[in-house]
C-alpha cells in the first residue's frame, strides 16, 4: 500500500480548499511544486534520512495483537510534514503494531517475488470524515484507531508470513484503500480549512 496513498489523498484535499486555504497552501508551497500539494507529499519519507528525528514520527504503532489505538521551523515544512502524516495515519500498517515496524519485517510473496508486506459511493459520509477535523485532540486518536482496526481485520488477517498474495488479495484490499484515501483527503482539507479560514 506504500505507492504512495499521501500523493493522491493530498490531491483530493487540494480539490475541496476553500479559497482562503488554497492561497495560504499556494504561498507556502515550494515553487518546485507547481501549486500541486500531492507533488510534495512523499517529502517528508524523502527527508526523514536527513532529519532523522522526523523518522518516527510516520507511525502511530500499538503493541502486537492490541487493535485499538491509544495515545496517551518553518510554514512550508509545517504544511509538507501536515499533509504526509495525514496520508500516513490513513494507512493501516502506519498505525499497525510495533513489532512488524509497519509490516516491512513481514515477508510475503507476491506471486513467485518476495517482498516485505508493508510494500505491497462515500459522498454521503463526508461530513462525518469532516467533523473530527474540528477537535485537534481527538481526531489523531480517531484516525490512527480506524487505521490499526482496518489493520488487523484486512492486512494482518489475511497476510501472514510468508503468505503468497495474488490478485484475490489487492482486490480484496481495494475497497479499504479507497475509503482509506477518500477518508484522508476529506479530512486534510478540512483540517487546513479550518486552519486558513
Not at 492490541?66 to 495515519?89: E, I, K, P, R, S
Not at 499497525?96 to 459511493?121: L, S
Amino acid at each position: 500500500m506504500d505507492f504512495h496513498l499521501s500523493s493522491a489523498l493530498c490531491a483530493q484535499a487540494q480539490a475541496r480548499l476553500t479559497e482562503a486555504a488554497a492561497d495560504a497552501e499556494k504561498q507556502l508551497l515550494p515553487t518546485y511544486a507547481n501549486n500541486d500539494l500531492s507533488s510534495v507529499c512523499t517529502w517528508a519519507d524523502r527527508v526523514k534520512f536527513a532529519l532523522r528525528w522526523t523518522s518516527a514520527l510516520h507511525f502511530a504503532d500499538t503493541p502486537p495483537k492490541l487493535c485499538n489505538f491509544q495515545y496517551a521551523n518553518n510554514l512550508t515544512q509545517a504544511l509538507l510534514f501536515l499533509a504526509h502524516y495525514m496520508g500516513d495515519v490513513h494507512q493501516p500498517l502506519h498505525t499497525g503494531f510495533t513489532t512488524d515496524k509497519g509490516g516491512n519485517t513481514i515477508d510475503v510473496h507476491w506471486y513467485t517475488r518476495k517482498q516485505n508486506f508493508h510494500h505491497k459511493t462515500w459522498s454521503d459520509e463526508v461530513a462525518d470524515w469532516e467533523a473530527c477535523s474540528s477537535d485537534e485532540t481527538t481526531c489523531p486518536n480517531v484516525y490512527a484507531s480506524e487505521g490499526v482496526k482496518d489493520a488487523c481485520q484486512y492486512a494482518y488477517k489475511y497476510a501472514p508470513e510468508d503468505a503468497t498474495l495474488e490478485d484475490d488479495y489487492f482486490l480484496s484490499c481495494l475497497p479499504i484503500i479507497s475509503l482509506r484515501l477518500a477518508q484522508g483527503g476529506v479530512r486534510l482539507a478540512a483540517t487546513l480549512n479550518r486552519i486558513f479560514q
